[in-house]
């Protein structure tokens, strides 16, 4: 099993980057997917997460509106479109995975919550993210 993320780097602020998570050895049917982060000296936050069911998405409130996931279950790969970017978002951005018989039935979506409580089964090395005021 193997999670690849791409696509960071240094912007400005407000500005925008298109990060993608390749995932192998498994297949978003039968795991919960989601993207989180962590700044330099503070804890993991997930970010976003996708169903790949149905295509129900969940944000954390400081992205809402500018930031979109979105996910190819045909290519196994999933999306982070960021834009207006803030020095705020800067980061290390990865995606994750959790086997969803592992979680409340239904669940498809890998929310912090989720994430929180039952852990993450498989994590990318991460991609770093630096927005510049």
């Known amino acids: 099993v193997q999670l690849v993320e791409s696509g960071g780097g240094l912007v400005q602020a407000g500005g925008s980057l298109r990060l993608s998570c390749a995932a192998s050895?498994?297949?978003?049917?039968?795991?919960?997917i989601g993207w989180f982060r962590q700044a330099p000296g503070k804890e993991r936050e997930g970010v976003s997460c996708?169903?790949?069911?149905?295509?129900?998405?969940y944000y954390v409130n400081s992205v809402k509106g500018r930031f979109t996931i979105s996910s190819d279950n045909a290519k196994n790969t999933m999306y982070l479109q960021m834009n207006s970017l803030k020095p705020e978002d800067t980061a290390i951005y990865y995606c994750?995975?959790?086997?969803?018989?592992?979680?409340?039935?239904?669940?498809?979506?890998?929310?912090?919550?989720?994430?929180?409580?039952?852990?993450?089964?498989?994590w990318g090395k991460g991609t770093l993210v630096t927005v510049s005021s």
């Open positions: 050895g498994f297949t978003f049917d039968d795991y919960a």
């Open positions: 994750a995975a959790t086997l969803r018989a592992a979680l409340p039935y239904g669940s498809t979506c890998l929310s912090p919550q989720l994430a929180s409580h039952y852990g993450l089964d498989y």
């Open positions: 996708i169903s790949s069911s149905d295509g129900s998405t």
